[in-house]
């Protein structure tokens, strides 16, 4: 039977989050709200229209949300250039997909931004599908983007694994069944992510990878 590892992709594969910070801390400014960084960090992972929510409530973000996601994209299309994969995430997926799993992305980018992130994590040839915001409905904690990931890769639930950053993403793998294996590098505390779902905690794809022996993903 087929396996699958499915993947994050900010903050998981390339060295995005905090330019999201920076980015809607700037568009969340221009529209004159004072929203801090560390807030915006621990909301970073929502797709954007739930990011705005989280953090203004759904009554304010009713008229706003378009708005500010639209100035959040054009400040941080500024970086796509320069988007920088996180150490050893090609690495990580190649070793994967050479033992025999399906590898599939499962992100809130689209479009350029996604074309942007795959340039930087430069593995293509390791990577199976691609389950992005034009696939779903609902973004993470929901589970629909990790279910869509899986019937790209036609596994079932207990032959796949899922590597994210967040908490939103270990909700997200929790609600689909699969096993969650979390990275530190996207910012988010252990303790966190372990209260969210996480089978297994490592620093970034290198140590992941380095310890597949003793992970999820053995």
């Known amino acids: 039977m087929r ?26 400014r221009q529209a004159g709200h004072r929203i801090t960084a560390h807030a915006i960090h621990r909301a970073v992972g929502l797709g954007s229209a739930d990011l705005v929510t989280h ?12 708005g500010l996601s639209s100035a959040h994209k054009v400040l941080y299309a500024e970086y796509f250039e320069r988007l920088t994969a996180l150490p050893g995430a090609a690495h990580l997926l190649r070793r994967l997909a050479a033992d025999g799993r399906q590898i599939v992305l499962a992100t809130s980018a689209a479009g350029d931004e996604l074309s942007a992130l795959r340039r930087a994590i430069d593995a293509d040839d390791a990577i199976t599908a691609t389950a ?25 639930a207990e032959r796949a694994v899922f590597v994210g ?10 609600h689909a069944g699969v096993r969650c294996v979390a990275l530190l590098c996207g910012g988010i505390p252990r303790a966190d992510l372990e209260e969210a779902g996480a089978d297994a905690v490592f620093q970034d794809p290198a140590h992941l990878l380095g310890s597949l022996p003793r992970s999820p993903l053995a």
């Open 55 to 66: 953090l203004l409530g759904e009554a304010r973000a009713e008229g706003e949300a378009a």
């Open 132 to 156: 992005s915001a034009d696939d779903v409905t609902e973004g993470k904690p929901a589970p629909e983007p990790v279910e869509r990931a899986l019937e790209l890769a036609g596994v079932p």
């Open 3 to 28: 396996r699958a590892a499915v993947f994050d992709v900010d903050g998981t594969l390339v060295d995005t989050n905090h330019l999201h910070v920076v980015a809607w801390w700037e568009a969340f």
């Open 165 to 174: 950053d967040t908490v939103w993403d270990m909700r997200a793998g929790r």
